[in-house]
Antibody, heavy 118, light 106 residues
Framework: EVQLVESGGGLVQPGGSLRLSCAGSGFNFESYSMNWVRQAPGKGLEWVSYISSSSGTIYYADSVKGRFTISRDNAKNSLYLLMHSLRAEDTAVYYC???????????WGQGTLVTVSS | DIQLTQSPSFLSASVGDTVTITCRASQGISSYLGWYQQKPGKAPNLLIYAASTLQSGVPPRFSGSGSGTEFTLTISSLQPEDFATYYCQQLNAYPLTFGGGTKVEI
C-alpha cells in the first residue's frame, strides 16, 4: 500500500524557519517525481514545488522561490521542504504528493499544518 | 502562468442528479488536466487524469472530457458521498496550477 506521511509542521513566528519531511513507503520511491502542495485554511489548493526522481530538475512557485528549498533522500525514501523567512500567508496544510508519469498526482499524504503567527 | 477558471464555484444538487463542472484554461494545455475530489479535513483524491481517463477505483459515474482550453467533469446520478469540493489542475507547464474549486452541496 502506498503511504506518504508528512511531519514537521507546527507554530512558527514570522521570519522563522521550519523543515517538513515526508516518508514514503509501499512503492519504489526513487522512481517517482514528488511535489509539495499547500492549502491555506478555507482556501483552495496551491502547488508549491516539484523535484524529479533524481533531484536533477526542481521547480518552485513564485510565491516561495528564494525562501523554500525542496530536496529528497532516495536512500531514506524521504522528501523534504526547508522553509525560511516564513510569512503569515504561508500558513497552510502542506501535502506531500507523488507524481505519476502521465503526469498526474496519484497519491497524497494526510498533510501537516504550518501556522505562522506571533 | 496558466490560469484555470472553474465554474460554477458552488452548485446545489440532489441525490440522483447529473452535474457538470467546467474548467477553462487561459491557454491551450492539450489534455494535461486532472480532476480531484476533496472532502472536509481530507487530502484531495484523484478522479480523472489526462482529461478523460478514470483513475483506478473511481466509480464510472464520474467522467471527464475536453482538450485545449475547455474541460468538463460530469457526475451522473449523484450519490450522497459525492458532496464535496472538486478541483481541476493543469500539468502542461510549470508552475502547475489548480482551479478555484467547485463545492457541490445538497
Amino acid at each position: 500500500e502506498v503511504q506518504l506521511v508528512e511531519s514537521g509542521g507546527g507554530l512558527v513566528q514570522p521570519g522563522g524557519s521550519l523543515r517538513l519531511s515526508c516518508a514514503g513507503s509501499g512503492f519504489n520511491f526513487e522512481s517517482y517525481s514528488m511535489n509539495w502542495v499547500r492549502q491555506a485554511p478555507g482556501k483552495g489548493l496551491e502547488w508549491v514545488s516539484y523535484i524529479s526522481s533524481s533531484s536533477g530538475t526542481i521547480y518552485y512557485a513564485d510565491s516561495v522561490k528564494g525562501r523554500f528549498t525542496i530536496s529528497r533522500d532516495n536512500a531514506k525514501n524521504s522528501l523534504y521542504l526547508l522553509m525560511h523567512s516564513l510569512r503569515a500567508e504561508d500558513t497552510a496544510v502542506y501535502y506531500c504528493v507523488r507524481q505519476e508519469g502521465a503526469p498526474y498526482f496519484d497519491y497524497w499524504g494526510q498533510g501537516t499544518l504550518v501556522t505562522v503567527s506571533s | 502562468d496558466i490560469q484555470l477558471t472553474q465554474s460554477p464555484s458552488f452548485l446545489s444538487a440532489s441525490v440522483g442528479d447529473t452535474v457538470t463542472i467546467t474548467c477553462r484554461a487561459s491557454q491551450g494545455i492539450s489534455s494535461y488536466l486532472g480532476w480531484y475530489q476533496q472532502k472536509p479535513g481530507k487530502a484531495p483524491n484523484l478522479l480523472i487524469y489526462a482529461a478523460s481517463t478514470l483513475q483506478s477505483g473511481v466509480p464510472p459515474r464520474f467522467s471527464g472530457s475536453g482538450s485545449g482550453t475547455e474541460f468538463t467533469l460530469t457526475i451522473s446520478s449523484l450519490q450522497p458521498e459525492d458532496f464535496a469540493t472538486y478541483y481541476c489542475q493543469q500539468l502542461n507547464a510549470y508552475p502547475l496550477t489548480f482551479g478555484g474549486g467547485t463545492k457541490v452541496e445538497i
